[in-house]
């Protein structure tokens, strides 16, 4: 895009062309004041509060009324934001929407960090010309996450903007005209899209709220929010966590323009709230008995000294995982998950070195796409919202050609005719994306690879079948191809066969590529084999003891494996943050820190090394503090600069993980960062009985973030350090867009992470999958509301994901004298799951929903029963 010169209240402005005047001023941070435009949903003048005066060039000195959202910048344009007739004009706007408008604010959740207050008070209105009867509407129950006050609606249209065009979702519509117009469903009930938590922050007002958070309300202005990284999936999705009183209260999203923009998906926003009660650990404990965290320490140290193995954890971060491996040396840390796995994120990292490894936002610009074996809906959620954009670049694309904008976006969808990007699908069951692909094709676990590697054939040149030919066809005729897959269905050489395509396109191709878990990626970068090697060496007597951090092997690998390490280990030690199948057996079990607790290092599926904080202080010391407590060698390490410092030494591959946020040393002319509101009032008004009690400043060695109101603020933190996105007169999420360079673009001083794939070389093929006997095959099944291990826990999120499920073809079904609801066993154990019948699953293969009837990497035959 060109540049062209603006200027805005007589302020000269140099901005891309092609924009609208609210996304130009707004990224050069000239305040319009707007409810419906949203940077991520385009314009489409619902609202009329973004009124300012026009003049095209130098000799218009009249100019006329424009709506900023629609009226596209030019060159030589003067734009008046603070003309009389247009400030009249806007403060009209409020007075109307706020004549029917509750007077709630004292018990809105939104009070204080609500998009409609700050615009009320920038058009100075206070005193409405109506006393007439107030629309009233009945409110919905949307089920278990988000609560519906519609009488607060101002009918910006943002949330069915959102749910229907961006999200894909069809069970929430605009229904009614005029002064009746509704946002909601046709009936009551759960809104069926993943990425539902969303409308929290999209609507402006408080219509929809978290109602997790409702029930454990705290004003925004009374938590400390500190920024962290979303623990649900290996995306690595940015987010604000929010605490008072030692609790998480609600989680945000934060913006990352390379990574998930403006937007969670459901498991990440509730996954890791609301948490039942006995999920934590207790306390420490030896063998069935309560004792001191320095008893258990010294009962650990004693164990070591005998000769251990170390497993590490996708869970736990590089700082813990390296703590493991210094203890014990490299040769004896081990991930704690099957070698299959291991191997398979490791071809995968080097993979992406060798490619590179393009962020969600490239993929959005994509202009074909093919996903092989993967249900990205169920293992990566936001790359599949991310692939529902590329979708509409076609449609955008021909709506261009027309002469109308993308950004003008009700118009655009019209222009473009409803032509699709070429998307195709290779998966074993019917898709959640199915409505956006072109190709949607089912395919037998064991056939997607080979389907694959005839696409790859077909890009070479070679002989292929005519499906296979035209997805090669779309790939090869694009720009800018994406090629997607995972470990979803555990089968390696589906990676094989996308490293085929990726290598017959060339440089053009955008690979992605999703491991399992928020930290996998980081643990194959420091080259540790699988949980059979661990297995093996103890079994050879080469060590006696186990020392597990943050993993619930059960949850991972298969139980026989797990009870072979239990039975040749003579002691096993556990740190973990939960209890778990796995520490209901240890030994020793020492509770350590969980992700909101203690700061540390996570690397996601594109190789971003990313920086999450501790929420609170008090809680149980990290991981890696604790592991260095078990040896003398390990004294040294005082902060998490410390651990990255001679982790960059030890792999140095992994040397930029420090940059991934600044130091612990770093201060601004302020002081630290304040995790505090200016506004929080928590010191004062926590406990008055006593009179004011101020209590000395809680520490914390591992950032430069306060645990309090004091230092710098909002925007003027560093990103990686950012505590809210507040900026003068704007503190609800739509002050955002404040700080970004563009629409979906970059934050102004650069987007958080740094990549650690250079230098990495990963293995040259996948692992093979063990040869199977005839019987059941397993594969895993997976739910986009279902978190991790520990996700899966969270109360209010459990109640949206179905039942486990054990799936079967009406033939298998028939065969094994099982029908639909009979209760599972699987192996001759009692499965908590219903026996479900589908033409869908493929013959002689069993599914099974990931993490709660089987581990996600089986890989072996497994005998399905009836219950009883």
């Known amino acids: 895009m060109s540049r062209i010169r603006i200027i805005v209240n007589g302020e000269t402005r140099e901005v891309e062309d092609g924009q609208d005047i609210l996304s130009a001023c707004t990224h050069a941070g000239d305040e319009i004041p707007h409810f419906c435009w949203h940077d991520a949903l385009g314009s489409v003048g619902a609202c009329r509060l973004c009124a300012v005066r026009v003049h095209s060039g130098p000799e218009d000195a009249e100019g006329k009324i424009e709506m900023a959202c629609m009226t596209p910048v030019a060159d030589g344009q003067r734009i008046e934001v603070a003309d009389a007739e247009a400030e009249e004009m806007r403060a009209h706007v409020i007075e109307w929407l706020m004549r029917s408008h509750p007077h709630d604010c004292a018990v809105c959740e939104e009070g204080g960090a609500c998009h409609l207050q700050d615009m009320t008070v920038a058009t100075g209105h206070r005193t409405r010309r109506y006393d007439g009867p107030k629309r009233t509407h009945r409110n919905q129950d949307l089920g278990p996450l988000l609560t519906h006050e519609m009488n607060r609606c101002i009918a910006c249209y943002r949330c069915v903007r959102f749910y229907r065009h961006y999200a894909g979702g069809r069970d929430l519509d605009v229904m009614g005209a005029h002064d009746r117009v509704y946002f909601g469903r046709y009936e009551d009930g759960p809104l069926e899209s993943p990425f539902a938590g969303n409308l929290a922050e999209v609507c402006p007002t408080g219509v929809f709220n978290d109602k997790g958070w409702s029930k454990d309300y705290a004003r925004k202005w009374d938590m400390t929010a500190t920024p962290s990284i979303c623990s649900q999936c290996s995306v690595g999705c940015n987010i604000f966590a929010a605490e008072r009183g030692g609790r998480l209260r609600r989680l945000q999203n934060r913006y990352n323009g390379e990574v998930n923009g403006h937007f969670l998906c459901d498991k990440g926003r509730f996954g890791a709230l609301h948490l039942p009660e006995g999920a934590r650990l207790s306390g420490p404990r030896v063998r069935g008995l309560d004792v001191s965290v320095q008893e258990a320490v010294t009962a650990a140290r004693a164990a070591l000294e005998r000769g251990a193995v170390a497993i590490g954890s996708p869970r736990a971060t590089l700082e813990t995982n390296f703590a493991l491996r210094q203890l014990v040396g490299p040769g004896r840390f081990f991930a704690g998950l099957p070698d299959l796995e291991a191997q398979t994120v490791a071809r995968m990292a080097g993979l992406l070195a060798r490619h590179g490894a393009p962020s969600l936002a490239e993929l959005e610009r994509c202009d074909a796409a093919l996903v092989l074996g993967e249900d990205l809906t169920g293992t990566a959620p936001r790359a599949a919202l991310s692939l529902r954009q590329t979708a509409r670049n076609a449609s955008d694309a021909l709506a261009a050609e027309k002469g109308v904008p993308k950004w003008l976006n009700n118009a655009a969808q019209v222009a473009g005719e409803g032509r699709k990007t070429p998307i195709a699908l290779v998966t074993m069951l019917p898709d959640a994306l199915d409505d956006v692909a072109a190709w949607s094709m089912r395919r037998a676990p064991e056939d997607i690879a080979a389907f694959g590697l005839a696409i790859a054939a077909a890009i070479r040149g070679e002989r292929a079948n005519a499906e296979a030919t035209a997805i090669a066809s779309a790939l090869q005729a694009a720009e800018r191809p994406a090629v997607l897959s995972g470990f979803g269905l555990a089968r390696p050489e589906v990676v094989d066969a996308v490293a085929a395509i990726a290598e017959a396109l060339g440089e053009k191709t955008r690979l992605y590529l999703f491991p399992p878990e928020v930290n996998s990626m980081g643990l194959a970068l420091m080259q540790a084999r699988g949980l059979e090697r661990a297995v093996e060496a103890l079994e050879a007597g080469k060590a006696e003891t186990a020392l597990i951090a943050e993993a619930d092997l059960f949850e991972r690998a298969d139980s026989l494996l797990v009870d072979r390490l239990f039975e040749a280990a003579k002691e096993v030690v556990v740190l973990d943050s939960y209890a778990t199948r796995t520490t209901a057996r240890a030994g020793i079990t020492i509770p350590c820190a969980d992700w909101a607790e203690a700061a540390g290092t996570v690397v996601n599926h594109e190789g971003r090394a990313q920086r999450r904080f501790a929420a609170y202080p008090g809680a149980p010391a990290a991981a890696w503090r604790t592991l260095a407590s078990l040896s003398d060698t390990l004294s040294g390490w005082a902060t998490v600069d410390d651990v990255l410092a001679e982790l960059g ?220």
């Open 649 to 868: 030494q030890a792999l140095p591959h992994l040397a930029p993980a420090r940059d991934a946020a600044p130091s612990v040393t770093f201060r601004t002319p302020l002081g630290k960062i304040a995790r505090a509101n200016w506004r929080f009032s928590g010191r004062t008004a926590h406990d008055q009985a006593g009179g004011i009690v101020r209590d000395a400043e809680r520490a914390d060695p591992d950032s430069a973030l306060a645990f309090s109101m004091e230092g710098t603020q909002g925007a003027g933190a560093p990103p990686a350090l950012r505590t809210g996105y507040d900026v003068p007169g704007l503190h609800s999420a739509s002050a955002a867009p404040y700080l970004t360079d563009a629409n979906g673009g970059h934050l102004q001083e650069g987007d958080p992470g740094i990549s650690v794939l250079a230098g990495f070389q990963g293995p040259d093929v996948a692992p093979a999958l063990p040869a199977m006997e005839r019987g059941m095959r397993p594969v895993p099944l997976h739910d986009p509301f279902a978190g991790d291990e520990v996700g899966r826990r969270a109360d209010y999120l459990a109640k949206r994901y179905p039942p486990a499920q054990v799936m079967l073809h009406p033939a298998d079904a028939k065969r094994l004298h099982l029908k639909a609801g009979d209760l599972a066993t699987v192996d001759g154990l009692h499965a908590e799951a219903e026996i479900v019948i589908s033409d869908a699953m493929p013959e002689h293969h069993v599914g099974l929903s990931a993490g709660r009837v089987a581990p996600r990497s089986l890989s072996r035959i497994v005998k399905i029963g009836r219950q009883g």
